[in-house]
């Protein structure tokens, strides 16, 4: 007949190799991981200095002058569009409804209880 101890050692070995195996299962499946990790980094690291170099391209001094000579039909200031403060209309006397400041509502005092004396009922 087997003793107790022996099955009680083999029940222990058992459940050791079992642990040892999904130890040995999720590490692999975090090497993995891990993998996927690093070369999605070496990925996004590539991009971001391709779309460097394509941003220091896109703004080359030289070629959004182009762009601007282009596009926006830029002309130097004339010297009639340059006004004088005194041109300029006067402010009313009194503010506009639509910006006119409200004053809040006063806050309510806070009424204080006389508390009444113990022998006094």
Do not use: C
Request: glycine share 4%.
């Amino acid at each position: 007949m087997i003793r107790r101890s022996t099955i009680f050692w083999l029940l222990l070995v058992a459940a050791s190799g079992y642990a040892m195996f999904q130890v040995k299962y999720e590490v692999g499946q975090l090497e993995d991981e891990l993998a996927r990790v690093n070369h999605q980094i070496v990925a996004d690291h590539e991009a971001m200095h391709v779309l460097s170099a394509e941003w220091s391209r896109l703004n080359q001094p030289s070629r959004l002058d182009e762009l601007a000579r282009r596009h926006l039909h830029l002309a130097p200031i004339a010297t009639s569009q340059i006004g004088q403060v005194e041109t300029l209309p006067r402010r009313s006397a009194a503010p506009s409804p639509a910006i006119a400041i409200t004053k809040p509502a006063p806050a309510p005092e806070a009424q204080l209880a006389t508390a009444s004396p113990r022998g006094a009922r």
